[in-house]
Nanobody, 118 residues
């Protein structure tokens, strides 16, 4: 059974928005810092944003001001609200524990694919 299940991907248009969701039946999100990542083909996963157990969000420069991470502890769900999307946001998105170097994390889910539509 996978640790994390991502959903919400799909086709997006220039300037559009999308909300991604991440759930888990094995990890309690209220007790840990969770993060969203994305991975381009042939590249390593990159950290986008993380949210602490106390609901403090942090963002990396590529998504700061456009993406918003949040958490619903009752639903054990982490969200990534993506606004003002552009072609560089076409990628597969994943959630996992927070890690500065994602290569050292394990238990990755299948991710959810966001594809830019012109």
């Amino acid at each position: 059974q996978e640790y994390f299940l991502e959903s919400g991907g799909g086709l997006v248009q220039p300037g559009g928005s999308r909300r991604l969701s991440c759930t888990s039946s094995r990890v309690i999100f209220s007790r840990t810092t969770m993060a969203w990542y994305r991975q381009y083909p042939g590249k390593e996963r990159e950290l986008l944003a993380h949210i602490t157990a106390e609901d403090r969000p942090n963002y990396t420069d590529p998504v700061k001001g456009r993406f918003s991470i949040s958490k619903d502890n009752a639903q054990n769900t982490v969200y990534l609200q993506m606004n003002n999307l552009n072609s560089e946001d076409t990628s597969r998105y994943y959630c996992n524990y927070y890690g500065v170097l994602p290569r050292y994390l394990s238990n990755w889910g299948q991710g959810t694919l966001v594809t830019f539509s012109y």
